[in-house]
């Protein structure tokens, strides 16, 4: 196109334009159920004039730029893209694009028991009320309804992918619950199939039945990882099955230490908060190739330790994040986010005020939208198809709005992301190159019922363990 302008005969042929800007007119429901209809059925789709922060390096960020998908992937990215006649338009005027935020350690079926411990310690509350007493008590339909419920909240907040860990293997029902849970909320997801209680458990034999029947194909949004203990027989398990390692790892380092000895470990293992870790432990997951995973609100509020950002970072790891769960703190990557900025800051500057020499580098809100983001899908093992805007990738990709009182006039990018924005700027989500939230709503969802679900399993769980909720407790 001359002069890098989009033609007016572009921008009008076949009611192809479909606008994200909230600074338009109200859209009636009809005419925005047509939008969404026109994008499910796209096969390119191009995102116009957006502020475009693609997470990968060698490419660079654009403060204008177009994205284009097509058959679900990310095809091209640069300014003044000339879209073909069969291309939807989405004007992506004042959005910042980014790629879909990777939540590294959620435990979904969870979602049932939200703000269940306002004031709890992982000890002895949590190990107490929610492993111990009700997570036995999850019947499969259980399952199911807080695997939904999550996953749905997390699209709706940004979140493309998770590492779920799945510690509700009662029997293989339970396992089939927490899968079909994750695939007809359509997130991309990582099953970290986990333990479980009573006398109908499979664990971890039942991984080779679960990789049969629901991960004998790499084309599709769901992969399979073991949720393993510092038991070495699970981690003969996961090396039997060719399956990545995620180890909940905090306080004691020596069983660690012990399955390195026993060369169990393998590049590409997950290790969970990593608090209290000794320096022989940190040597061992940055030269066996391992990842890791904080969640600095989760960690901090209920006495897992200090958040190990700074542990990682000296030792040559660039961490992920995660939310953990949400019977204390919310699911929310903008909160981690921040949380992750300000803690390691704080700590830092602390020991300049202090006088001391060589002190760690302070986190900008780049590094920190790295660690959601392309550090997640490396912890996850899926940078090959996520965590960037990168052509070839699958188009994982959210648009957050910032033509708000709250933001306006944008000055920054990386800021307003990281240190500004909060769910409410989700303007909409896909997920390899389907809408899943547009205009601020889920797509083919009835939350109605997701909710039903959600609020019956509660009420069944808790009237069998005779936990009673306090809404004002």
């Not at 499910?40 to 475009?52: F, P």
């Not at 060698?58 to 403060?63: E, H, I, P, S, V």
């Not at 091209?76 to 350690?105: Q, W």
């Not at 899908?377 to 959210?398: E, F, M, N, P, Y």
């Amino acid at each position: 196109m001359p002069n890098g302008k989009i033609s007016r005969r572009l921008v009008l042929q076949s009611s192809s334009v479909l606008a994200a800007a909230s600074a338009l007119a109200p859209v009636s429901a009809q005419a925005q159920n047509a939008e969404v209809a026109r994008l499910q059925r796209a096969r390119r789709i191009l995102l116009k004039g957006g502020t475009v922060l693609t997470l990968d390096r060698n490419l660079g960020d654009f403060a204008s730029a177009d994205v284009l998908i097509q058959d679900g992937k990310i095809r091209d990215i640069r300014p003044n893209l000339v879209a073909s006649a069969d291309t939807i338009l989405v004007d992506a005027t004042n959005r910042i694009v980014i790629p879909g935020f990777i939540d590294t350690h959620v435990h979904s079926y969870q979602g049932l028991l939200r703000s269940t411990l306002p004031n709890g310690l992982v000890d002895p509350d949590y190990n107490r009320d929610i492993q111990n007493s009700m997570t036995p008590a999850y019947a499969p339909d259980d399952v199911y309804a807080g695997e939904l419920i999550t996953a749905l909240a997390m699209i709706d907040n940004g979140t493309t992918t998770i590492v779920d860990i799945a510690q509700i293997s009662h029997s293989p029902e339970h396992s089939d619950a927490c899968i079909r849970g994750l695939q007809n909320a359509g997130i991309r997801a990582v099953h970290a199939y986990s333990r479980g209680s009573g006398p109908r458990v499979r664990y971890p034999e039942d991984i080779a039945r679960l990789q049969r029947t629901y991960f004998n194909t790499k084309d599709q949004l769901l992969t399979l990882a073991m949720a393993t203990s510092v038991e070495p027989a699970t981690f003969r398990a996961a090396r039997a099955a060719g399956v990545q390692a995620v180890l909940h790892i905090r306080v004691n380092p020596e069983p660690l230490l012990e399955l390195g000895r026993a060369g169990l470990l393998r590049a590409g293992d997950e290790f969970i908060h990593c608090a209290h870790l000794n320096e022989a432990a940190w040597r061992l997951i940055k030269d066996s190739g391992g990842r890791v995973s904080h969640s600095p609100p989760l960690e901090m509020a209920m006495g897992h330790g200090m958040p190990a950002i700074q542990d990682s970072l000296d030792h040559g790891i660039r961490p992920s994040l995660s939310s953990d769960h949400s019977a204390t703190v919310a699911q929310d990557m903008f909160f981690v986010m921040r949380t992750a900025f300000e803690v390691q800051r704080l700590f830092a500057l602390q020991r300049r005020a202090k006088g001391e020499q060589n002190t760690p580098a302070l986190l900008s809100c780049r590094d920190v939208l790295e660690f959601a983001t392309i550090e997640g899908a490396r912890c996850a093992g899926i940078d090959a198809k996520v965590g960037s805007l990168t052509v070839g990738k699958d188009a994982d990709i959210v648009l957050l709005k910032f033509d708000r009182l709250d933001l306006w006039p944008l000055n920054n990018a990386y800021g307003a992301v990281v240190n500004m924005m909060n769910p409410s700027h989700v303007d909409t989500v896909f997920i390899a190159g389907k809408v899943k939230k547009w205009r601020g709503n889920l797509v083919g969802v009835d939350v109605a019922r997701a909710m039903r679900l959600a609020a019956d399993a509660r009420t069944a769980v808790m009237r069998r363990v005779g936990f009673r909720v306090d809404l004002i407790g």
